[in-house]
């Protein structure tokens, strides 16, 4: 009987490492046969692919459907599906960049970013002393980091723990490539300490905030829904007395980069500052709410540039749960 009660088991982890087998496989293509294509030709495989996905649906398509939904309410079925098929390509090019960005001259990747709003952070690093920027899942935040640690400070950041495995080292290994310090967020040391003693050597710590997987995250307005984000970077500031900045990531028409023409637009938001009163978690909550104001301007402005193609509001999250009655205020607010 046991070797029948252990088979499903044995049948499953099997498929598992089939599955993951080949998830390696395409990245490790990717990495090789994109880089090799001429430049507009793999955007445009990339764009054909992104159509194909859109076309066939998924649980990732209807889930980024669903997030611009909530976003743009105002969108009828047809302009929405627009937006979707934008949304998708957006997020393609970012992959494509990824592919793509070790072998990006200097001097195109100079030309690939345009900051708005930067100058007291950059007064702030030229001094020598930390900065923490709550990010979202915009544009392109590896060319972003790339960028930040040839032209600012070196780029200190948490990444996402991917399965299988071999993705996440490669990742782990493209991204230090680039310049960029990568504390794991579980299965390592203690990521917070690491980012407390990032910013005693005043690195410029960039953290994706925009969705909660810690368990332990905020409740906060985005776009006028109860959306789950990332304290980490409000506490952080907080602690460290670090000045913390929201910057949303958006893509432009840049006729200067080659094969995709497009670059990326970095914008600041005003300083974020800690309230006069309040308890910590009080300031923590009204500071995380700031840096999400931010962002949730920029989904609105720019909805195909937000990869957000998992759950973050919390009716999606909690689909059973009573609507809150103050869903319209403020978290942290007085």
Same mark, same amino acid.
């Given at each position: 009987m046991s070797p029948r009660r252990g088979a499903p088991g044995r049948l499953a982890s099997g498929g598992r490492r089939v599955t993951d087998r080949a998830v390696v496989l395409g990245y490790r293509l990717g990495w090789g046969a994109v880089r090799a294509l001429p430049a507009g030709a793999a955007y445009r495989l990339f764009d054909v692919i992104a159509d194909r996905t859109v076309a066939r649906g998924g649980g990732g398509v209807r889930r980024l459907r669903a997030n611009y939904a909530r976003v743009r309410p105002e969108l009828d079925d047809a302009a929405l599906d627009a937006l979707v098929r934008a949304g998708m390509r957006s997020y393609l090019r970012y992959y494509c960049d990824a592919f793509r960005l070790p072998d990006l001259p200097p001097d195109v990747l100079a030309r690939s970013v345009r900051l708005v709003g930067?100058?007291?952070?950059?007064e702030v690093l030229a001094e020598g002393r930390s900065v923490v920027v709550f990010l979202g899942h915009l544009g392109n935040w590896d060319l972003a980091g790339a960028w930040?640690? *040839?032209? +600012?400070?070196?780029?200190?950041?948490?990444? &996402?723990?991917?399965?299988p495995e071999e993705v996440f080292e490669e990742f782990l290994e493209?991204? *230090?490539? +680039?310049?960029?310090?990568?504390?794991?967020? &579980?299965?390592g040391a203690d990521t917070f300490a690491g980012l407390r003693s990032a910013v005693a050597g005043g690195r410029f710590i960039c953290l994706l905030a925009d969705r909660d997987l810690s368990g332990s995250g905020l409740e906060v307005d985005l776009c006028g829904h109860r959306a789950r984000?990332?304290?980490?970077?409000?506490?952080?500031a907080l602690l460290t007395g670090a000045p913390l900045y929201a910057?949303?990531?958006?893509?432009?028409?840049n006729p200067a980069v080659p094969g995709s023409g497009a670059g990326i637009v970095c914008e600041f938001s005003p300083l974020v500052e800690p309230p006069a009163s309040g308890t910590t978690a009080q300031?923590?909550?009204?500071?995380?709410?700031?840096?999400?104001?931010?962002?949730g301007d920029a989904v609105r402005a720019h909805t195909a540039d937000w990869h957000m193609l998992q759950r973050v509001?919390?009716?999606?999250?909690?689909?059973?749960r009573t609507p809150d009655v103050t869903s319209g205020t403020r978290a942290g607010g007085a």
């Open positions: 930067d100058e007291h952070c950059r930040s640690t *040839t032209h +600012l400070a070196p780029v200190t950041t948490v990444a &996402e723990k991917l399965r493209f991204r *230090t490539g +680039l310049g960029m310090t990568i504390l794991p967020l &579980e299965g984000v990332a304290k980490g970077p409000a506490a952080l910057v949303s990531v958006r893509y432009e028409p300031k923590v909550a009204a500071m995380t709410q700031a840096c999400v104001d931010h962002l509001f919390v009716d999606d999250l909690d689909p059973a």
